[in-house]
């Protein structure tokens, strides 16, 4: 497996390779391609041909709505247009008999991909450079998964992509990772009745491996089953023993993702002596020694993982003895090593023939894995579970997506209930009308249809594995999840779907804004040269710069004419800066500043909307650091979640080969003009010296008057008593309990709540500066959702500072205020996404 450099691309085009979500890496991919998107040279454009618009596809700038399964066709053919005019750099021989079949009508005809589009997107991926082609998610699902990673290969080489941005330094270490085929001949083995005891540790395939495959039922004939797991989940609730492992965070170990990298595990926590868990490698040793055959095993699980680092050690001891070399390693959290790339030929591509989809429906059934849930593994967390799906906005349970016209064919209104059938098996679940998918495919996302898993988990939603037939990739033996024709219908029960976004329309509010990456590369030296005469014009007549929406207090008044030529108000600005000026009421009586003319900080926040892709990680952060409570499906469908930050989703132009998608993360704009803060009878919502609209929750008396004038829609109301451990509604039962921040207050019933940018984080910033007696240090101090975003579009700072990052974002010209005509004044700048044209190379 390559390391794919997405960050020195100029170009991407991915085939079903959903990077930013569920595909190898994508933490990692999602930074590189952050990266890629930087530049304004005029590159960094991103191409997605799938028949289901993803969340990675939502980003791109062009979607290639392909026929499913045919994915391969277009690589081949975009391959041949650039060996044929001699756009590449590689080797052409080699590769043009593989391709030469492939001419832009055949590929026309086996993908409904005009035959124009395909030259145009072959010159345009071969002027950029480097490129990079991706496959992966469902295009390399079908029976024929492994010809269509070879043609993408195929593709990469021809326009000289090898070494470039297709490397083999850091190549993946899969080395040991067990296939399909393994566990088939498993199964075989336990039908027959040739496994006596089996072990199952981090692993659930009694829900994961299709019904097909029947690992349940062989499973059943083992007399012995044991289950290292920390959860009851379908395949712990068959076993006869269950020896509770240690949670990831409690235990040590090591891992060898990457080829030169060697890391170690660390735990952040001691085990919790309540649950009664032991590492797996001290229970795996003890069963050897207690069963006879474990003599020449170190006694516990650290001797072990230490006797099998003493290779390193001399490796990389330099001299040291092993605990100094150890002790240094976990300081360190690894050891690593620069390798040289192996060397790679082409040596030839599987003949491909788009896969035949079984059954007599007329629908293609995508089945896909969420950010969320991925294929299961997280539907025990109700964090994940109230998590909105980036592209339907739903939680708490399954769906289908059916294109608009479809759904018009069948009678079907989004949120009515479908059945879906194939020769598997048929489930019902609610319809979510997407233009994002084309109108021959119907897509349900797995993960859900736990029969155990813990109560997060059991029975929400179905089980989509169920509607597939047996079917296989014929090289590798993967599980062909591309295989199935369905057949649609609506069904006679409701079925509720909890959303917590209908609309995806902006209507015209300018909430979600572009600007096109032209006007920003012709008009940079225009505007600098504009704004450096204004600002010159300003000074003049003593009036300072052309104000940004500024940041005032409440009874405090501003005389432009008062500030001093060299004064230079931060964007959109702030509340407490003005040094040596008294500011005049209506009468010209200076209005007495108080603790406002002292402070030294204005917070503020700059999100680039150009960087967000979506994930929603920040959302996730911001409840773990802040101990925001999970309500369920049924609250949310009264409106009454709980989440202190969301992704908005606006759809501008999807479908019809458009992808104009953007994702605006929304918390409380801290205003300085705060309208939630006049209408509060008790004052228990206020403006502090430092810009933050702080709410203090003893003072609530829960009259909701702040919600209702808040214009961004960003508090929530506690409507039960999710802190009270001895009510029914406690939103953190045993053991969530132990994860709640003590830091942050755990509100109780009747008290508004909302985003304080982490006031305790800012608190204990400021608290380490002052005992070290110096000033608080850009970027030290970040929120939660800033610093779990993995492409840095939230940036945190002090906007006083004026070479903080926040300063010089909410400068930009990229930069613009959500409902600004409303003058509230908020301290969250966001910068437009920038628009790419992908009709020219």
Not at 200 to 216: C, I, L, M, Q, T
Not at 612 to 626: D, H, K, L, P, R
Request: proline share 7%; glycine share 8%; hydrophobic share 40%.
């Amino acid at each position: 497996m390559p390391h794919y450099d997405f960050a020195r691309a100029r170009c991407v085009v991915s085939f079903g390779a959903d990077f930013l979500e569920t595909w190898i890496a994508p933490v990692a991919y999602a930074r590189g391609f952050a990266a890629m998107r930087a530049r304004r040279d005029g590159s960094g454009q991103f191409i997605v041909v799938e028949p289901r618009l993803s969340l990675t596809g939502a980003n791109a700038d062009e979607w290639i709505a392909i026929r499913p399964g045919a994915e391969a066709a277009l690589a081949l053919g975009m391959a041949r247009v650039i060996l044929t005019e001699g756009l590449g750099s590689g080797e052409r021989g080699a590769l043009m008999e593989a391709v030469s079949a492939w001419t832009p009508e055949a590929v026309q005809q086996a993908t409904d991909v005009p035959a124009d589009a395909v030259r145009r997107l072959a010159r345009r991926f071969a002027a950029a450079k480097p490129g990079l082609a991706v496959a992966g998610g469902i295009a390399a699902q079908s029976e024929q998964s492994v010809a269509v990673i070879s043609a993408v290969n195929l593709l990469n080489a021809a326009a000289g992509n090898i070494g470039e941005t297709v490397r083999f330094d850091r190549t993946y270490d899969v080395e040991g990772v067990g296939s399909f085929g393994d566990v088939q001949r498993l199964i075989a083995d336990m039908a027959a009745g040739k496994v006596q005891a089996l072990v199952v540790r981090d692993a659930n395939p009694a829900y994961a491996v299709p019904a097909w495959a029947g690992f349940a039922a062989a499973m059943d004939k083992v007399p012995f089953k044991i289950s290292l797991s920390s959860v009851l989940d379908e395949t712990a609730d068959r076993c006869d023993l269950i020896l509770p492992a240690t949670h990831p965070l409690e235990s040590l170990g090591d891992s060898r993702g990457v080829r030169g990298v060697y890391g170690i595990v660390q735990p952040a926590m001691k085990p919790l002596p309540m649950f009664q868990t032991r590492a797996t490698g001290d229970t795996l040793i003890a069963i050897a020694k207690a069963a006879g055959f474990g003599a020449k095993l170190p006694a516990t699980w650290i001797e072990y993982l230490k006797a099998q680092w003493k290779p390193l050690h001399q490796r990389f001891g330099a001299g040291r003895d092993f605990d100094t070399f150890w002790n240094e390693t976990l300081q360190k959290g690894g050891v690593w090593e620069d390798v040289a790339a192996t060397p790679v030929r082409w040596t030839g591509t599987p003949a491909f023939v788009t896969p035949e989809l079984k059954g007599a429906g007329d629908l293609a059934l995508i089945l896909y894995p969420t950010s969320q849930l991925h294929d299961g593994r997280g539907a025990n967390k109700p964090w994940l579970q109230e998590l909105p799906d980036p592209t339907t906005k739903a939680v708490w349970g399954s769906w289908a997506e059916i294109h608009p016209d479809t759904a018009k064919r069948l009678g079907v209104a989004e949120g009515d209930a479908v059945r879906i059938e194939t020769e598997a098996g048929a489930i019902e679940v609610p319809a979510y009308l997407y233009g994002g998918i084309r109108p021959d495919a119907v897509a349900v996302p797995l993960g859900q249809g736990h029969t155990a898993y813990g109560r997060s988990a059991k029975g929400r939603g179905v089980n989509a594995a169920t509607l597939l037939p047996p079917a296989q990739d014929g090289a590798s033996g993967a599980v062909a999840y591309l295989c199935a024709k369905a057949k649609v219908t609506k069904a006679a029960r409701a079925i509720d779907l909890a959303m917590t976004q209908r609309e995806k329309n902006q209507f015209d509010r300018e909430i979600a804004q572009s600007v096109p990456l032209a006007s920003l590369l012709a008009g940079a030296a225009v505007a600098a040269g504009a704004g450096a005469a204004a600002t010159a014009a300003a000074g003049e007549a003593h009036a300072g710069p052309e104000p940004l929406p500024s940041q005032t207090r409440p009874g405090h008044y501003t005389s432009p004419l008062a500030m001093p030529p060299d004064y230079k108000k931060p964007a959109h600005a702030v509340s407490a800066y003005e040094p040596e000026l008294r500011a005049r009421g209506p009468r010209n009586v200076p209005v007495d500043q108080g603790s406002y003319a002292h402070a030294q900080h204005r917070w503020a926040m700059a999100i680039d909307l150009d960087r967000c892709t979506g994930c929603s990680a920040c959302v996730v952060a911001c409840s773990a650091e802040n101990n925001v409570p999970s309500v369920g499906p049924e609250m949310v469908k009264r409106g009454r979640e709980m989440l202190w930050i969301r992704v908005e989703r606006f759809e501008q132009a999807v479908g019809g080969g458009k992808s104009d998608v953007r994702f605006v993360p929304m918390m409380c704009q801290q205003c300085g003009d705060a309208p939630c803060e006049t209408v509060c009878p008790v004052y228990a919502t206020y403006h502090n010296p430092e810009g933050l609209n702080a709410q203090v929750y003893n003072r609530c008396v829960g009259t909701r008057y702040c919600s209702n004038n808040c214009p961004y829609k960003v508090r929530a109301f506690n409507f039960f008593d999710y802190a009270a451990p001895e009510k029914p509604t406690f939103a953190f039962p045993e053991p969530l309990n132990w994860q709640l921040n003590p830091d942050v207050t755990v509100r109780s019933k009747g008290v508004m709540e909302k985003c304080t940018f982490c006031i305790q984080r800012i608190l204990e910033g400021k608290g380490n500066a002052k005992d070290e007696a110096r000033a608080v240090r850009d970027g030290e101090i970040q929120s939660a959702c800033a610093q779990s975003c993995p492409t840095q579009a939230i940036v945190f700072g002090d906007l006083l500072d004026p070479e903080s990052r926040v300063a010089k974002l909410s400068h930009g010209e990229r930069r613009y205020w959500v409902l600004n005509e409303l003058n509230t004044k908020p301290g969250v700048t966001y910068l437009k996404r920038v628009e790419r044209e992908t009709t020219t190379a």
